[in-house]
């Protein structure tokens, strides 16, 4: 029963089934399958449709449809992972966000289901986050990256000041910062401070992967 749950899971993502997904995460969790081979199914059936878009061969609805799935099943799965107290090993741990004035989630969100697919911890502050909630989150979960999504060329500005509030507050130093959306080019990246710029959310996860190689070489 454990591993055709799984299985269903797996599949229920690459085909957004979102019921479906609800369904078989419950099912597993009712069952008590362990949490991890739980997210490692997730994590699967999302890193087949990163894999397909990156290659040309899946578009951005599926990519969408993927992430949304993902971001109904985690909760519970991350629920259940803090109950069973199981261990998972984290690649490292990110804070995500999309800038004050901004209530565009789309592409943060994907984001967000490709980091945890790929073995990320992420903290997603949402949309429309306030410099001073960046800067809180960075005090509190200490993370390796910071991500912030502005889609809107007036909200741009906001990820400057998030680095200065971050530089004012002292931890500037201890994280990485990268910026993304449709309001942001690689030359207003360098010019504001962040550490890298990604155009899409499969470039994102490889741009927090090779900070952090660098980081850790």
């Known amino acids: 029963m454990g591993v055709d749950v ?28 362990n949490p991890l081979d739980i997210l490692a199914a997730v994590t699967a059936g999302m890193k087949e449709i990163g894999d397909g878009y990156a290659n040309g061969e899946l578009w951005l609805p599926e990519l969408v449809g993927a992430a ?14 803090l109950e069973t107290g199981t261990a998972k090993q ?18 943060k969100g994907m984001v967000s289901s490709l980091l945890i697919a790929a073995g990320f911890e992420v903290h ?10 960046f800067v809180d989150a960075v005090q509190t979960y200490h993370p390796d990256v910071v991500a912030m999504s502005a889609l809107l060329s007036v909200t741009a500005p906001e990820a400057k000041k998030v680095i200065d509030a971050l530089e004012q507050a002292g931890v500037r130093e201890s994280v990485k910062v990268i910026v993304g959306g449709g309001a942001i080019t690689e030359e207003y990246a360098t ?12 470039e994102a996860v490889d741009l927090v992967r090779a900070l952090l190689d660098r980081t850790q070489a």
């Open 90 to 107: 984290s690649q490292g741990s990110v804070v995500i966000g999309t800038v004050s004035g901004d209530i565009h989630t789309i592409g």
């Open 124 to 133: 997603d502050l949402g949309t429309d986050t306030p410099t001073a909630t």
């Open 6 to 33: 799984l299985q269903d899971l797996r599949t229920a993502i690459t085909e957004f089934d979102t019921d479906a997904a609800l369904a078989a995460t419950r099912q597993a969790i009712d069952g008590r399958a």
């Open 191 to 202: 010019r504001v401070g962040a550490d890298g710029y990604a155009a899409s959310a499969p």
């Open 68 to 81: 949304s799935v993902v971001q109904k099943v985690m909760p519970l799965i991350e629920a259940n992972i």
